[in-house]
């Protein structure tokens, strides 16, 4: 008997949490953007003094919180900061991100460099060589094929 009871209990709780998190959900997912626009009349409107801020935050459907991190964004940098998250800035992860793949990309482009270097250098030992008509003419679309590939430019920029 005392079991039911417990599981019962246990099965109520785990659906009070799912419906928690639903209704967290539909919050976030409905949630108001304001526009830039609309935070600076509203900060604007908070200074003027003609309605308390409570009021007002009720009335334009947002918290006083928001309101007040909008007036020190405001007070920072005026309208710039306060349209700034329409261009959001990157995360301290995506600029990560964004190292490791450049730091490979610069090492691919090392290797290549070093491989086009390699194959010049046998291609002129071959070339010193007295070679038949026919290599020659081979290697010579080789040198062409080589030329395109050319990454000397890469190597004397700045990392």
């Given at each position: 008997?005392?079991?039911?009871?417990?599981?019962?209990?246990?099965?109520?709780?785990?659906?009070?949490e799912?419906?928690?998190?639903?209704?967290?959900?539909?919050?976030?997912?409905?949630?108001?953007?304001?526009?830039?626009?609309?935070?600076?009349?509203?900060?604007?409107?908070?200074?003027?003094?003609?309605?308390?801020?409570?009021?007002?935050c009720?009335?334009?459907?947002?918290?006083?919180?928001?309101?007040?991190?909008?007036?020190?964004?405001?007070?920072?940098?005026?309208?710039e900061?306060?349209?700034?998250?329409?261009t959001?800035?990157?995360?301290?992860?995506?600029?990560?991100?964004?190292?490791r793949?450049?730091?490979?990309?610069?090492?691919?482009?090392?290797?290549?460099?070093?491989?086009?270097?390699?194959?010049?250098?046998?291609?002129?030992?071959?070339?010193?060589?007295?070679?038949?008509?026919?290599?020659?003419?081979?290697?010579?679309?080789?040198?062409?094929?080589?030329?395109?590939?050319?990454?000397?430019?890469?190597?004397?920029?700045?990392?």
């Open positions: 008997m005392t079991q039911q009871v417990t599981d019962r209990f246990w099965q109520a709780e785990t659906r009070t799912e419906t928690t998190q639903f209704i967290r959900d539909i919050k976030r997912i409905t949630r108001r953007k304001f526009t830039a626009e609309e935070k600076i009349r509203i900060v604007l409107e908070g200074f003027r003094r003609d309605t308390p801020i409570r009021d007002l009720r009335r334009e459907g947002s918290r006083p919180s928001t309101y007040y991190a909008w007036l020190k964004d405001f007070m920072e940098a005026g309208k900061r306060l349209t700034r998250d329409i959001r800035d990157a995360t301290n992860g995506e600029v990560q991100e964004l190292k793949e450049n730091a490979k990309l610069k090492q691919l482009v090392a290797e290549l460099s070093l491989q086009v270097h390699v194959l010049k250098k046998r291609q002129r030992r071959v070339l010193n060589k007295q070679v038949s008509k026919e290599e020659l003419d081979r290697m010579s679309a080789f040198t062409e094929f080589i030329n395109t590939l050319d990454f000397e430019d890469f190597d004397n920029r700045k990392s």
